[in-house]
């Protein structure tokens, strides 16, 4: 069974860094991806970052490149979100995803807010 579970979420000023973590189980994260994506109130949940765990290729949402950084653990089956110079628009739910064996997999989300 997939489980994956997001911390390291809270109220950071805007300028200001966060790390988010996924542990990932029921599934090695080198033989496959994670997402991560975001919510913001009353708006449609948005990919953020994306690794594959193969090769560690990435993508990112315009949005955040330059500013978050996406990387994985293998020894330790986590994938981090690094998020650097935080503006209030990040302000959202973070959610880590994958797709396994034809199932979406989203873990319960961990709550990010950039205010001053």
């Known amino acids: 069974q997939v489980q994956l579970v997001e911390s390291g979420g809270g109220l950071v000023q805007p300028g200001g860094s966060l790390r988010l973590s996924c542990a990932a189980s029921?599934?090695?994260?080198?033989?496959?991806?994670m997402s991560w994506y975001r919510q913001a109130p009353g708006k449609e949940r948005d990919l953020v970052a994306h690794?594959?765990?193969?090769?560690?290729?990435?993508i990112y949402a315009d949005s955040v490149k330059g500013r978050f950084t996406i990387s994985g653990d293998n020894a330790k089956n986590t994938v981090y979100l690094q998020m650097s110079s935080l503006k209030p628009e990040d302000t959202a739910v973070y959610y880590c995803?994958?797709?396994?064996?034809?199932?979406?997999?989203w873990g319960q989300g961990t709550q990010v807010t950039v205010s001053s």
């Open positions: 995803s994958t797709y396994y064996r034809g199932s979406r997999y």
């Open positions: 690794i594959t765990g193969v090769d560690g290729a990435t």
């Open positions: 029921g599934f090695i994260f080198s033989a496959h991806f």
